[in-house]
């Protein structure tokens, strides 16, 4: 047996003693939502204009039990979704999950289930549009065969999301993983006997541990549940990235690299912007070396997340004004308890609109179809500077 296969195997008992993620079954459609799973929400983050269509093949690549597959096929009604693990009780559980929420009687598209590894994944047939990888690639004997798998599976101007380990924000993580490895020595590989000694370790430590500090601040209430403490502490195989290893993997993808999904964060001027040599002095430095001085910075970040594409993939610049008139407008798709001034936005952070912002809103959900920005602004106090702020918060769609 080669190592990959050894490490393959180790992974798959793994999530077959505690399948992860642990969240429990239920009869209801999945609650909230996560936008990057939306391919509307997804497209327009990375291209700046709405999809052309919803009829699109979507790939769940690793899904563990599921909760991101449910998602997926509740949030896109008009895809064909296929899920893939290499975990027969997670899939098994992802199965049992989707059918119970009663997502898949809803669908009106076929949703498939697969027992493939990720490097397997050039098996199923057909091409995807979007792919999500959300938690894998950094589980991988060999994560370059993997992101190269999903490349080939990705459509000419399909989109790529993906999810894996930052070092830094997860040392305290790494520490613990090798103290009870240690400390299982020739037991190491039976996960309920890891999760037995990490329990005990994080219940005799000193309170003033650094450890322990960071796992109660951060992690405790999710790790009260076996499964969640096994993936976190007695994995077999986990690689943690820090900004240039990640670019060596996406380079490897032979894939555009878009953007990350989070980038409030990748803005030095949050953490310097008070010094105006430091941030001339940043000037010099490319895209990746910014990154890279970023999270040396704020070494808070546990993960990256980010979207690759296949080319070509157009992409709308909307500072034009002319561009921006013409638009057709509509509500973002994952927001909850508009219509209200006050509500939370794609991100689950409440947003506020003013008086001029709400009206506009308003008038976008109740527009006849073709109905232009230029068209609800003669009705509206708001003006262009608005509406473009309504789009970089990512309240609007524009198509």
């Not at 999301?161 to 009870?180: C, D, N, P, T």
Request: proline share 5%; with cysteine; charged share 25%.
């Amino acid at each position: 047996m080669s190592d990959s296969q050894a490490i393959n195997q180790a992974v798959a008992k793994l999530y077959n003693t505690y399948p992860f993620p642990p969240d429990p079954l239920s009869d209801l459609e999945p609650p909230g939502y996560n936008w990057r799973w939306s391919w509307t929400a997804a497209y327009s983050f990375c291209t700046g204009i709405k999809p052309g269509t919803q009829d699109i093949s979507i790939l769940d690549a690793g899904c563990g039990t599921g909760s991101g597959t449910d998602y997926l096929i509740h949030q896109n009604p008009g895809a064909e979704v296929t899920a893939i693990d290499l975990s027969e009780k997670a899939l098994s559980l992802a199965q049992e999950r989707c059918n119970r929420s009663g997502v898949i009687a809803k669908h009106d598209k076929p949703v498939n289930f697969y027992n493939l590894k990720l490097e397997e994944a050039t098996q199923l047939e057909g091409d995807f549009d979007f792919i999500n990888c959300v938690g894998v690639l950094h589980h991988l004997p060999e994560p370059d065969k993997g992101i190269k798998a999903l490349a080939k599976k990705l459509k000419p101007g399909g989109i790529l999301h993906i999810f894996v380990y930052a070092e830094l924000g997860r040392w305290e993580i790494s520490l613990m993983q090798k103290a009870i490895a240690l400390l299982q020595g020739d037991k190491r590989g039976d996960y309920r006997d890891g999760v037995k000694v990490g329990r005990e370790i994080f219940a005799k430590l000193p309170e003033n541990n650094r450890i322990l500090q960071q796992e109660k601040a951060r992690w405790a209430l999710e790790n009260h549940r076996d499964e969640a403490f096994a993936d976190m502490y007695v994995h077999p195989q986990e690689i943690d990235y820090n900004i240039d290893t990640l670019f060596q993997l996406i380079d490897a993808s032979g894939l555009d690299f878009i953007g990350f999904s989070n980038p409030k964060y990748w803005q030095l001027d949050r953490l310097v912007g008070e010094s105006e040599e430091l941030m001339s002095r940043s000037k010099d430095l490319s895209d990746r070396q910014l990154y890279r001085l970023i999270e040396l910075l704020d070494p808070n970040l546990t993960h990256y997340e980010f979207f690759l594409a296949k080319p070509p993939l157009d992409r709308q610049d909307w500072s034009n004004d002319a561009a921006l008139s013409k638009a057709i407008p509509e509500r973002h798709p994952c927001m909850q308890g508009f219509p209200s001034k006050s509500f939370l936005n794609f991100e689950y952070q409440m947003e506020k609109l003013s008086d001029d912002e709400y009206e506009f809103m308003v008038a976008c959900d109740k527009k006849i179809e073709q109905t232009t920005v230029q068209d609800i602004l003669a009705d509206c106090q708001l003006d262009l500077a608005g509406v473009r702020s309504l789009f970089e918060r990512q309240l609007i769609i524009l198509s």
